[in-house]
């Protein structure tokens, strides 16, 4: 087993992965750490576990919508202060969320 260093929002993380896939694990990584990146710049730095949360319920809205064959939706995230904008996001993520359940 392998161990590969990724950098996420500016920080350093080691992760395990099988031999030989290291390169996509760093792939990966930085399609995350984009999606963070993303995410902070509209809510501001609310803890990185709010960021991985709300970026990983991004990524997981683009692969559902993938796996239907649907163009991805534009974020429909707003940018507000750091206090207000978390709950404004997450709901704005939700809202996304349910209406994609509701046309399945």
Same mark, same amino acid.
């Given at each position: 087993?392998?161990? *590969?260093?990724?950098? *996420?929002?500016?920080?350093?993380?080691? !992760?395990?992965?099988a031999d030989g896939q290291e390169d996509r694990?760093?792939?990966?990584?930085?399609?995350?750490?984009? @999606?963070?990146?993303?995410?902070?710049?509209? *809510?501001? @730095?609310?803890?990185?576990l709010r960021l991985f949360l709300m970026a990983?319920?991004?990524?997981?809205?683009?692969?559902?919508?993938?796996?239907?064959? !649907?163009?991805?939706?534009?974020?429909?995230?707003?940018?507000?202060?750091?206090?207000?904008? *978390?709950?404004?996001?997450?709901?704005?993520?939700?809202?996304?969320?349910?209406?994609?359940?509701?046309?399945?």
């Amino acid at each position: 087993m392998a161990t *590969v260093s990724v950098e *996420v929002n500016g920080r350093p993380y080691a !992760v395990g992965c099988a031999d030989g896939q290291e390169d996509r694990v760093r792939q990966l990584a930085q399609t995350l750490d984009t @999606h963070v990146r993303q995410v902070a710049s509209e *809510v501001g @730095h609310v803890g990185d576990l709010r960021l991985f949360l709300m970026a990983g319920l991004l990524l997981a809205d683009e692969l559902h919508e993938a796996r239907l064959g !649907v163009a991805p939706a534009a974020p429909e995230v707003p940018p507000a202060p750091a206090q207000d904008g *978390v709950a404004e996001a997450l709901n704005a993520v939700a809202a996304r969320l349910e209406k994609l359940a509701q046309s399945l």
